[in-house]
C-alpha cells in the first residue's frame, strides 16, 4: 500500500481564494481524520469520520472550513473564504479502529497571502 | 473540556545523555499513543499503551502508563543524533483525542 496520499503537497492562495486539501486514506481503513500544525497552536484534530460518516468536527475553527467523505477511499476538507490565518500544515490520517495506530500523510502545506 | 499537558516544551542534550517527556491528561485515558515527528516530516506512529501500570519497551525507548491512567511518559536512554525530532503524546478520552503540544529534543554531538 501506498500509505496515506495527500495532494496538493503545497498550496499558495490569495486571502479569499477557496481552498480544497484532498486525502486518500489507507485501503480498509474506516477511520479518517483531519488535522491541522502551526508552531502557535501544535498539533490540532479538526474533524474524524467513521464510514464515511463524521464523527466529531469540535476542532474545526470555523463555518469557513468544512470536510467531506464522499467515500471510504477519498476525503475533502475546504476552507472558503481562506484567510492567512490558515497558514498551516494540514495533516490526513487514517486507522484501521478508533483507538489504533494512525498513519499520516505527507501533509499539505498551505500558505494564505 | 479535555487536555493533555506535556513537559518540557524543548530539551537539548549531549548525544549519550538520557532524555525523558511527560504527559498529564485532566482526564482519564482510554489508552495513550506516542508519536515521533522528524523536522519537516508527519507524525509516526512509536507505540500504544492500555493497561494501567503498562510498561512498554523499544530498544532504548521506555513508555510508561501510570495507574490513574492520567499521565504517561517516553524515556530514551543514552540518545542519539537520530532521535532528533519531536515526541508527541495522544490520548483517548471518551470520543475525544487530543494530542499534547509535543517535546522536541536536539542532540549535540
Known amino acids: 500500500d501506498a500509505g496515506v496520499i495527500q495532494s496538493p503537497r503545497h498550496e499558495v492562495t490569495e486571502m479569499g481564494q477557496e481552498v480544497t486539501l484532498r486525502c486518500k486514506p489507507i485501503?480498509?481503513?474506516?477511520?479518517l481524520f483531519w488535522y491541522r500544525q502551526t508552531m502557535m497552536r501544535g498539533l490540532e484534530l479538526l474533524i474524524y469520520f467513521n464510514n464515511n460518516v463524521p464523527i466529531d468536527d469540535s476542532g474545526m475553527p470555523e463555518d469557513r472550513f468544512s470536510a467531506k467523505m464522499p467515500n471510504a477511499s477519498f476525503s475533502t476538507l475546504k476552507i472558503q473564504p481562506s484567510e492567512p490565518r490558515d497558514s498551516a500544515v494540514y495533516f490526513c490520517?487514517?486507522?484501521?479502529?478508533?483507538?489504533?495506530?494512525?498513519?499520516f500523510g505527507p501533509g499539505t502545506r498551505l500558505t494564505v497571502l | 473540556g479535555q487536555q493533555v499537558m506535556q513537559i518540557p516544551q524543548y530539551q537539548h542534550v549531549q548525544e549519550g545523555e538520557d532524555f525523558t517527556t511527560y504527559c498529564n491528561s485532566s482526564t482519564t485515558l482510554s489508552n495513550i499513543q506516542w508519536y515521533k515527528q522528524r523536522p519537516g516530516g508527519h507524525p509516526v506512529f512509536l507505540i500504544q499503551l492500555v493497561k494501567s501500570g503498562e510498561v512498554k519497551k523499544q530498544k532504548r525507548l521506555t513508555f510508561q502508563f501510570g495507574e490513574a491512567k492520567k499521565n504517561s511518559s517516553l524515556h530514551i536512554t543514552a540518545t542519539q543524533t537520530t532521535d532528533v525530532g519531536t515526541y508527541f503524546c495522544a490520548g483517548w478520552g471518551g470520543n475525544k483525542l487530543v494530542f499534547g503540544a509535543g517535546t522536541i529534543l536536539r542532540v549535540k554531538s
Open positions: 485501503s480498509g481503513h474506516d477511520y
Open positions: 490520517a487514517s486507522s484501521s479502529g478508533r483507538g489504533n495506530e494512525q498513519f
